[in-house]
């Protein structure tokens, strides 16, 4: 990677895994808070089981490995600038999330099996609401959580990972 310096892979895991523990823990804490009613964890999971209670426990399985695969390509651009700081974990905290709420939320509907489309509603099977631009069918400041759910992961990984 650019810089001469390999990734650390340790160190990669490590405040990787702690970073997307804790964007998972703020999206909760914004559910319980009442900021949005978005629950990612549980709309990962209901893509492949029917079965609530095991689709929290898959959601969140399939959202600490998405958030570790994130957390590379965070990785990555830290090596690219032959830096990591907080500010540029920043920086790539807010494309992140202009990625999820720009192209992840609005073709989610297209990729969910248990997802209502947006211009058919809901069926017996297809139950779950979709999120709409920027998730906001979930809440007026869904998009704010999200923002600030994904800053908070770019800062944090920033300012831990080390080459």
Do not use: C, I
């Not at 804790?22 to 990612?40: D, H, I, V, Y």
């Not at 709420?101 to 609005?106: A, C, D, E, G, K």
């Amino acid at each position: 990677m650019g810089g001469g310096e390999d990734v650390s892979w340790l160190n990669w895991l490590v405040w990787g895994f702690a970073s997307t523990v804790f964007l998972t823990a703020l999206m909760a804490g914004s559910q319980r808070l009442r900021l949005t009613r978005m629950n990612l964890p549980f709309l990962l999971g209901t893509m492949v089981t029917a079965d609530r209670d095991k689709a929290k426990l898959y959601g969140v399985l399939m959202h600490l490995g998405n958030g570790l695969v994130f957390s590379l390509v965070y990785v990555g651009a830290f090596h690219a600038w032959g830096r990591a700081s907080w500010w540029l974990g920043a920086v790539v905290g807010v494309v992140h999330a202009v990625f999820v709420l720009f192209v992840v939320l609005p073709v989610l509907p297209a990729l969910h099996p248990r997802m209502a489309r947006a211009t058919q509603g809901p069926t017996e099977v297809r139950q779950l609401e979709p999120p709409g631009f920027l998730g906001l069918h979930y809440g007026m400041r869904t998009p704010v959580s999200m923002l600030v759910a994904h800053v908070s992961f770019g800062v944090l990984l920033g300012l831990l990972y080390r080459f």
